[in-house]
């Protein structure tokens, strides 16, 4: 009783903040597409700032605190509110290679989780045709060039939140701003803008992290030069930080059938509802003990998380391809 009546008393903090921003803020209250566009710009612009003042715990830290809740988002809003699950035994098959990645299987063998997505989508055969035309030549790239392969999948995978967040509603005019505002900070990231400014600060340092910067310049831009590499490790803390911010606020705020934000309360019995009770305490635990591992151990507690997730960039290709080929948005 006390874990649920803890969000009563969040919920009444949140009418109180409420009631006195709204004479500001009151159409964004009522307005989900203007909230969701503010919310998106707002995440966008500090991830920037973040990334610019201390990318390495932007690095470190954010697998570790985020990371979790964005695999539960991933696996809600693309799998379980669809109801994907339940379209049989092909999409149970969908699971046998995302479980194999998990255990070091090559990308080949995790492509393999596009083909029974595919199959069991409604769509024409030409459309399958297509989709798995598509699987064949990356499987190729895969086996010929498995080393570079994973490292533009590393990168490219953050934008997928992007366009799975434009893709589950019609959007306004407006709402073009968002993704414009994230490929220009991209781009002046990789022209080297940040570059003068981070001399400056000394903003490569994290004391304590257990790693450094050059430590992901090798794993996340391996023989990119040293000018080139640093800038991509940059755009890929920024990036990773949106790709959070997606999956995390601006999905969750379309995925709801209701246009005004949602009591604390209503949000975590829409999470028992989705997940049962005793699978949201795994999810809970899972986090707080990644968590308490990174007190102990940051780097060793980043890449174990960051070896649970290697799935889910896999499964958000899948889901894709099946909503591509039946030519609709995901139905919640």
């Given at each position: 009783m006390t874990a649920l009546a803890q969000p009563w008393w969040i919920d009444s903090v949140r009418s109180r903040v409420y009631r006195a921003l709204r004479p500001w803020l009151a159409h964004l209250y009522a307005d989900r597409a203007s909230r969701v566009l503010w919310l998106g710009v707002f995440s966008v612009v500090v991830a920037f700032t973040l990334t610019l003042v201390s990318p390495l715990w932007l690095l470190a830290l954010g697998p570790v605190l985020l990371g979790?809740?964005?695999?539960?988002?991933?696996?809600?809003?693309?799998?379980?509110?669809?109801?994907?699950?339940?379209?049989?035994?092909?999409?149970?098959l969908v699971a046998l290679p995302l479980l194999a990645t998990g255990f070091g299987a090559p990308p080949a063998i995790s492509l393999l989780c596009l083909v029974p997505a595919v199959l069991m989508?409604?769509?024409?055969?030409?459309?399958?045709?297509?989709?798995?035309?598509?699987?064949?030549?990356?499987?190729?790239?895969?086996?010929?060039?498995?080393?570079?392969?994973?490292?533009?999948?590393?990168?490219?995978?953050?934008?997928?939140?992007?366009?799975?967040?434009?893709?589950?509603?019609?959007?306004?005019?407006q709402a073009f701003v968002l993704p414009v505002l994230v490929l220009a900070c991209t781009g002046f990231l990789l022209a080297g803008g940040a570059d003068p400014f981070l001399t400056a600060l000394g903003a490569w340092a994290a004391p304590g992290s257990g790693t450094s910067f050059s430590e992901f310049i090798e794993t996340a831009?391996?023989?990119?030069?040293?000018?080139?590499?640093?800038?991509?490790?940059?755009?890929?803390?920024f990036l990773q930080s949106v790709h959070y911010a997606m999956w995390l606020r601006l999905v969750p705020e379309d995925a709801r059938t209701r246009p005004a934000p949602r009591p604390f309360r209503a949000?975590?019995?829409?999470?028992?509802?989705?997940?049962?009770?005793?699978?949201?305490?795994?999810?809970?635990?899972?986090?707080?003990?990644?968590?308490?591992?990174?007190?102990?151990?940051?780097?060793g507690a980043r890449w174990g998380y960051l070896r649970l997730a290697a799935f889910h960039g896999y499964l958000e290709l899948a889901v894709g391809a099946f909503f591509l080929v039946e030519r609709k948005r995901p139905a919640w």
């Open positions: 979790v809740p964005h695999l539960v988002a991933d696996a809600r809003y693309l799998v379980v509110q669809p109801k994907l699950h339940e379209r049989g035994a092909l999409a149970w989508a409604r769509g024409s055969v030409a459309r399958k045709v297509i989709a798995l035309t598509a699987w064949a030549g990356l499987t190729a790239l895969s086996l010929a060039w498995e080393n570079p392969f994973l490292l533009v999948f590393l990168h490219a995978h953050n934008l997928v939140a992007l366009g799975w967040w434009w893709a589950l509603r019609p959007r306004t005019k831009a391996p023989g990119l030069g040293a000018t080139f590499g640093p800038r991509l490790v940059l755009s890929f803390a949000t975590w019995d829409a999470l028992v509802k989705d997940f049962g009770f005793p699978l949201l305490l795994v999810f809970i635990g899972l986090t707080a003990f990644i968590a308490f591992w990174g007190l102990e151990d940051l780097a």
